[in-house]
């Protein structure tokens, strides 16, 4: 059901994806310690020219290259994508769907331990969508104390080195917005038919109230800060950044996920 | 990520899924009333031949070739999929993630609280996983009384006339077991590579613990009764068959879907 | 306060009723690895000629019945019967008492926890409500996980040597629908000053809606089927054959709860 | 299945009953403004001379011959008991079934919601056990805060008219203890086939641990208070003292329940 | 930020208080089995003359004069104080903050189970607010069950000897009411500036409906039985017979919480 | 019980803390809009050589002084300090006590909503624990949708123009570690009784585990950064850099919580 390979069709890839795998492959991984890998996403409104399949999408995407990376040292999987986080500031937008965070916090209480129990030991949270950070970080605390399993978080473009790299391939932003020219342009590599030009050029990324809040926290819908339902500047966006930017997250994920101090009981 | 489009690409229909719809596609289609359907598996061990995302992979499919019949017709389109359901029972033969059954309510629950958020008002969880059969009767149940929402739920193959035709199709058993004769010849027609052939025709599928329980409920571990994790004749199946099937499946489930009655408040 | 005997005061099974023992007893019955059998019901309208007691008394009185059988060859008990159940699609008829379903989980889990903490190990949930039959084989399943215990559920009349006797002693319909002639009988047989003769003979317990759904679920209020609340023929409903239904179904209950393979760890 | 009757047969209090009721009385007696009463007991170990049913069946029994009295007045009827409660205390004797605090509140909030959405607006937990005392008053709290509606409770022997007779017609002891003079003389009222005379008169039922906790709470297990499950003096039990308790009992109860300003809103 | 000090900032006994000690003094305290106890109070209306603080302010107060007793003989320790109860009944005269019964359940069980962890073994909840009593009983026994540990609760001036020094020192009562006599003398002695006298001697503190309820129990909002929101006689109010009572309940709690066999296992 | 004043005997600002005003005084402040500051902490080991009270403390302390700055121009009121937060990660040292976040957020919001309910409409929670910043966001995102109130977070040394202030205040670190230059000087000039001399000089606050983690995160118990259970240079700590601290602290939030925008509806 969920083609959790790169867009690009490489076969050789393949037996990374968890779904792709029969049950003695499975068995042998975790007999192997393999690192798993869990995509974590959502569904929610990406302006009128990207598909709200965006946040799942890539975190699935970087999943499965910087698995490949890895693949190369050490045995890993990349898990199926949990496609709906927490995206309840999307929602005046429509075509939104999210989950509260009991919810939330249980789907990945039971994805984790139902792994875990398989034998597996080290478990990584990779995260597409900026509303989810926090709540990966608290649930993370949470099942260490549940499951008393190492589980790491990590949002894509926040490890340090992406970070890096995508302030030097980026133009207009020096980072991930939202329906920006970093994630266009990565859907332009990945996905070009899914990308609608005409309103990628036109529409107005500009975000509203832009008074500082000084360091307070108020949570805001996403309506508030924009008429689009976009914050950044996609004009800017091309399928040759998205190639690199895609190439550089995979990287950097892949060298940040094989620390050995992570890994540490 | 999740490309609930049909094995062979026909574009046409890539505008059924969801997750590659844009923001103002979706509200349209919510301001057209248009059917949601919502695909429910699950990711569990299928025997020695098959990837764990058959009953995810599959159900994902039925509902994209379904809604390519009512599409011609009325609106639709297909949610993604919930790839996760009930599989406690195949925990077993690991490779198997299960949720519990508060937490399979509690995602649906949302998924669907969303979408009718949205004014969608037409819902259908299209399910393909034995084990979720009960549980998403129950949920529906409970959804009426706290969404006052409307939510139809099926199973593919025992949709009525699917059934019918499942059995003229197959040869040697008369409807859906487990990576059995049916599910193995849709794996073949959709995804080949994936089909591990020798083991396919090697397998022992037989179930043991024949004594028929007599009308009684007793749950099972499957490992109780088969120790291939398979029930049912593998090496019956044909990329042929498997072609037919899910052209009968898709056909049956969207005549049933577009039955007035169904919608009635 | 429940009077877990046969309605003709037979002393000699009094001593089936987990009520009418006393600790010692209890005890002593444990140590016997006594098989216990837990009526499940339901109160709901059940029409304008049987009172909301059916489900749970009839349940109350084949698992009363049935472990008559039993006890001449093992120990046996039969707990107090659970009279509420999920009769939410009855509500709309008033007279209902009806629980949600994670307070209906929670109630079996305690239940069936507080017996097998007295060293009880095989359990038996005897249903006699048709809205629980689903969430009864969920909550099995669950339990499985959250106690270990090995609970196995049957609802009377789907047991099937108890379906086949029904259908030989039964004129007008051939299992049992609500209010039906099955249930009229077998309260005719026991409680026949609460049923209504004058409406029994005159209720009109035709199904409305008979459009076939074609294999899908969709709850349905009970109001949608039938004006009267009642589904069958309670005119054909007499107490010679309440009296054979019951000991058919002690009959078939008993020789289906006794099978070695079901109570196997 | 729960033969809320006075043990001596009198049908003419047999309309008191829910479960003895058909939906039309039940609508009627909606319309008509009825009081309510719900017994609550529980099931629970009561030394060797008692079954384990004696907290549920007085109970049902003081509230169905309270309700005797007041229909004379006014609409009334009497539910189905609700046999189970908290009795954790009691569970290292085996034999009792004790549902954890959760549980308790939500089978009795979905009770008391399913009767107040029929339209029932005077609602009474008649409560026959003491370890539900300081549980059920927290309850009606909350179900004021949930369900907006008015519930009273009251354990029968604390009712303040009823403690004066009880007093009076006991001569060993001043109150209901547990399995004690007056429980044991009720039960020989009721069910004296179910009283175990030997036991009756050779139990030691002296409490230990008489230090006085100096108005400390410290909760207990009954096994440190009493080697026999027993508190109190059964041998001093008679049948017609336990008539004349629940005469009074009744009586004290039915004139409790009237007073008008309870059920101003 | 709490200032666990008796009113009169002696020094000597700061080191009582949770708060003011270090890590390495509280790991001493738990390796010498220090007694534990928890303040719990609630933050509600307490009628025109006294502030909100009053019940948190004296089982504090009241906690710390005790522990400063037993501190004479034994290790000993005062967690931090629990403001905020069960206190939905004076929600109509606003200023109040209240806490649902599962709330109050989880925090009393973390900081139970925290204590715990630490190795503490002997935990008393000291209450000074009336709607706490029947829930802190519930929860210390469902604690005894979820953490098997030993926690005692007791409300000042309930404890026996306590109760009877009330009696002697008061006037116009013979115990603790609400923002009464007892109350507003304490807090006289403790904080005179926050007691706004000319409010304190008008004010009516007589009950409404005073008509018994005979034993029953309704849950009533504090406004149907004050208008003031008073209950008693606060203008027989002083500081001299605030510290009388201060004086006596810390030597009487301190006396009960000594007893040996409140600590046995 | 909980003198939210300044440590200096302000008798001016008394007036702020909501636990030292009368319910007239409250109501209102309500009717006046005032704004409620709610502070946050945790009851966690500070090392060596500070009080557990330390995050409670300064948190209520930093409050009440913005508060004290802000009700020059408008009303304002400071709740009791909620003195437990989310500290799991110092439970290894002892002195700790914690709440899962369920419970947490359970307790946040029946807070929130006791105070809405009385017609507040502004509330800001000023944290002062670094283990709650990301809670209390998601915390804030969850109220939003059960609530619909505004609710701000902020922690007090993250608002910008104090994260400035005290950058130039510091010496030997940027910002707020744990039991560091920092706190150790705020509590020198807030309860310099409380703080261990000898110990403060002593204690080495260096950070174990300094490989940078690349930008995953990765839940760490306390024990395995410092042995000590501090990070920062205390020895750099001084009673007049605290004053410093703390006026900063205060004018910062007092400020940030000012803007208008904050409080749009």
New interface residues.
């Given amino acids: 059901?969920?083609?959790?390979r790169s867009g690009k069709g490489k076969?050789s890839v393949?037996k990374i994806a968890?779904?792709?795998?029969?049950?003695?492959e499975?068995?042998a991984l975790?007999a192997a310690d393999a690192l798993v890998i869990i995509?974590v996403?959502s569904?929610e409104?990406?302006?009128?020219?990207?598909?709200?399949?965006v946040d799942?999408?890539?975190?699935?995407?970087v999943a499965i290259r910087a698995a490949a990376h890895i693949a190369e040292h050490q045995s890993v999987v990349v898990?199926?994508?949990l496609?709906?986080g927490?995206a309840?500031?999307h929602?005046a937008?429509?075509?939104?769907?999210?989950?509260?965070?009991?919810?939330f916090?249980?789907?990945i209480?039971?994805?984790c331990a139902?792994?875990q129990?398989?034998?597996f030991r080290r478990l990584?949270l990779l995260n597409g969508h900026g509303g989810n950070?926090?709540?990966?970080?608290?649930i993370?605390?949470?099942l260490?104390?549940e499951l008393g399993v190492?589980?790491?978080?990590?949002t894509y473009w926040?490890?340090?080195?992406?970070?890096g790299a995508f302030r030097e391939i980026l133009d207009e932003q020096t980072g991930v917005a939202h329906a920006c020219e970093a994630e266009t342009s990565m859907m332009l590599a990945l996905e070009p038919?899914?990308v609608?030009r005409e309103?990628m050029l036109r529409v107005d990324g500009s975000r509203r109230?832009l008074?500082?809040?000084?360091?307070?926290?108020?949570?805001k819908g996403f309506e508030e800060m924009t008429e689009s339902?976009v914050i950044g500047v996609p004009a800017a966006a091309s399928a040759e950044k998205g190639e690199r930017l895609l190439a550089a997250a995979a990287e950097g994920v892949a060298?940040?996920?094989v620390?050995e101090?992570?890994w540490q009981p």
């Fill in positions: 059901m969920q083609a959790l076969k393949s968890w779904h792709d795998l029969r049950a003695p499975l068995r975790a995509p996403g569904t409104q990406h302006g009128p020219h990207l598909p709200v399949q799942a999408r890539l975190a699935a995407e898990a199926p994508t496609w709906c927490l309840e500031h929602m937008f429509g075509a939104t769907i999210t989950l509260d965070f009991a919810t916090h249980a789907v209480r039971c994805v139902s792994i129990r398989h034998g990584a950070i926090k709540a990966l970080d608290v993370a605390g949470e260490k104390q190492r589980v790491v978080s990590a926040t490890v340090s080195s992406v970070a038919d899914l609608e309103e109230n008074s500082a809040s000084g360091g307070l926290y108020r949570w339902g060298e940040a996920l620390q101090e992570l």
